[in-house]
């Protein structure tokens, strides 16, 4: 059969391309994946696939994307993943790409909070307009906005990621807007000038644009207003859609909402009574959705909430009113209206849709009884993705782990979508082994921390430190803290120290460190080599099981839910945790799943089956003499 000669095309310049790439090496899964690509493209056809860590995925669906010459969006799952390729993936694939006779316009687009405001900075920055709010502003923060103020002058994107130093939230806050207040460029005086407005021009004529998937699902629900007209999506670390979808094109309301309209008319309006009554909304909000903290609500929503849904609308509608009626002839005042008005229509909106909430939707209330929000969440993704995605796009979704049942979530059709599996280009029986502590006692045992905590200072000091151990709570990474620091001749960091990027960077430079986490570092951490040699992991991560979204999707599906919802979303989690140890060619290591389930369980195949195929054992003592033998070579 002849190869497709955009296929072809396509692997030729992938070819190319790895040629230039410092220790360049065949990774025969990327090439497979990059045909496998350019097949979907040109047949029109979804794919899914899953490519192992090490496989060069970027690449992989990069090159056919713009080889075919459609115009193309990647959504990446965090802004960290969509900064790594604006600032090192594409800028390297470009320049090679024109050794190839290849033009590409590519450019990143993120949420208009994102850049830094003009409009907000030259009004913050004229005392006769600004003296409402800063007047309350710390010197500190002052002093910040000054700062980013003279950074805004020699910026070329006013992109908050370019800061080589951290602004504090206030200061961000005064010189940024979000969409929900922003009136648009139209109706701005700054408008030609924004930031905000430069990169969606920059978006709007390039070939590859690169947002992130939280972005893209609000694009989705708002009927594809946001980004532009695109042949093919790519979603990237796509293991995290549904989830990210059920997030972005549901409705969200929490109290401080309320706190940040009363600030935004504050801005415009001088009338306290006015603006008390709106932020005192957070109060009434707050009383009203605090009992209901953790739980799942019936439609209609309790009538505490519908009354206090009710009152948001009559103040809103109040305060509305009264914005509309002052008329100013002061420019910056004009935009301070505009903007005050947007923020009270959108939260107006949300609180419409919120009352509206009916079947096909799960309303909840998120958080804590000190920070209740609540959300208005789809039951199932499938048919908002159907008529916003699948059926308008060419589709590829990948990521290192792909859940069993991700194309049944997220609605893809059976019919025109292609799912494939093109391993890693690591030999994990060679330089990795799975350890399962069945001797452990079970994870509902009242001796399992302590367990737990004995089975890591035996395996700590094998490994001499080099160790990253994770937790499926923050309590059980405290308590395992409290048990083991003072027993191990090793420092132990934890995820209570520092910011996330800081505390990689610290754990990365010292061979003997040890990392303890939670489920937030279970990926996107990068710590190839020697440093890290062993990967703890507690429990099975399944989800919550009183997960008010999740308990309705398992309700809508019955007997299958525990194999269709938490086995494949346990699997995922645990593959996820489990890849932080083999991140390049010469790795090696152990990862060791303290719950004996993995073992044990009925279940334990299909999650087994998710993970790298390292050698398995379930002998500590084999696992202490490997460990060792790492630290001797």
């Avoid at 979907?40 to 970027?58: D, S």
């Avoid at 609500?297 to 206090?308: H, N, Q, R």
């Avoid at 490994?463 to 151990?469: D, K, P, V």
Wanted: charged content about 25%; proline content about 6%; hydrophobic content about 40%.
């Amino acid at each position: 059969m002849s190869v497709p000669r955009a296929t072809a095309s396509a692997v030729v310049v992938l070819d190319a391309v790895t040629a230039a790439l410092p220790a360049a090496e065949e990774r025969l899964g990327q090439r497979e994946m990059a045909e496998l690509v350019a097949d979907a493209i040109e047949q029109g056809r979804h794919l899914v696939v899953q490519a192992g860590t090490g496989t060069g995925k970027t690449l992989a669906y990069l090159i056919p994307a713009i080889v075919s010459g459609r115009r193309t969006v990647v959504a990446t799952a965090t802004k960290a993943l969509q900064d790594q390729l604006a600032s090192k993936d594409l800028p390297f694939l470009q320049a090679e790409l024109v050794r190839q006779g290849i033009d590409v316009e590519w450019a990143v687009l993120k949420g208009r909070s994102n850049y830094i405001c003009l409009q907000r900075l030259r009004e913050t920055n004229d005392p006769a307009q600004a003296q409402l709010e800063i007047d309350d502003m710390a010197a500190t923060t002052k002093l910040e906005i000054k700062q980013l103020g003279e950074w805004a002058a020699t910026s070329a994107t006013g992109d908050q990621a370019e800061l080589d130093w951290n602004p504090g939230d206030a200061s961000w806050k005064a010189v940024s807007v979000g969409s929900d207040e922003c009136p648009g460029a139209d109706r701005c005086p700054m408008g030609q000038e924004c930031f905000a407005e430069l990169a969606r021009r920059r978006a709007q004529a390039a070939d590859v644009v690169v947002v992130n998937t939280h972005l893209y699902g609000l694009h989705v629900g708002s009927g594809g207003a946001i980004l532009p007209e695109h042949d093919l999506i790519i979603f990237d670390e796509a293991h995290v859609l549904e989830d990210t979808m059920s997030d972005t094109v549901g409705v969200q309301i929490a109290p401080g909402r309320f706190v940040t309209v009363g600030a935004t008319v504050r801005r415009f309006l001088e009338d306290p009574q006015l603006i008390g009554a709106i932020t005192d909304l957070a109060s009434v909000m707050r009383d009203a959705l605090s009992p209901f903290a953790g739980q799942r609500l019936a439609t209609p929503l309790p009538d505490a909430i519908v009354e206090g849904l009710h009152e948001a609308q009559l103040r809103l509608t109040r305060v509305g009113e009264a914005v509309q009626a002052i008329d100013t002839s002061v420019e910056d005042a004009q935009q301070r209206k505009l903007r005050a008005q947007r923020m009270i229509t959108r939260t107006m909106e949300s609180v419409e849709a919120a009352l509206r909430a009916g079947d096909g939707t799960v309303p909840f209330v998120s958080g804590n009884r000190d920070n209740p929000r609540l959300e208005i969440a789809p039951l199932d993704v499938g048919p908002t993705l159907s008529l916003g995605v699948w059926e308008q796009h060419t589709a590829i979704l990948t990521s290192a782990t792909i859940p069993s049942s991700l194309s049944r979530r997220v609605g893809l059709p059976e019919s025109t979508t292609t799912e494939a599996d093109v391993g890693s280009p690591f030999d994990y029986d060679a330089q990795a082994m799975l350890y399962c502590a069945m001797h452990l006692p079970p994870p509902k045992s009242p001796k399992f921390r302590a367990a737990v905590a004995e089975e890591l200072i035996a395996l700590i000091e094998a490994a001499g430190g080099r160790t990253l151990a994770l937790f499926t709570s923050w309590a059980a990474m405290d308590d395992a803290v409290d048990a083991v620091r003072d027993k191990v001749s090793v420092p132990i960091l934890t995820q209570r120290d520092l910011p996330k990027p800081a505390l990689v960077r610290k754990f990365a430079e010292s061979e003997e460190t040890c990392l303890f986490a939670t489920t937030g570092m279970f990926q996107g951490v990068d710590v190839p080599g020697s440093t890290l040699s062993l990967v703890v992991i507690d429990k099975l991560p399944f989800p919550r099981p009183d997960d008010p979204l999740l308990s309705a999707r398992r309700e809508q599906l019955g007997p299958s839910a525990f194999s269709q919802i938490d086995v494949p979303r346990a699997a995922t989690l645990l593959a996820q945790a489990s890849g932080r140890l083999i991140r390049n060619a010469t790795d090696h290591g152990v990862v060791a799943v303290l719950d004996s389930r993995l073992g044990s369980a009925r279940y334990r195949w299909d999650i087994i089956k998710a993970l790298p195929p390292m050698k398995r054992t379930r002998d500590r003592g084999e696992v202490e003499t490997f460990l060792r033998h790492l630290r001797e070579d």
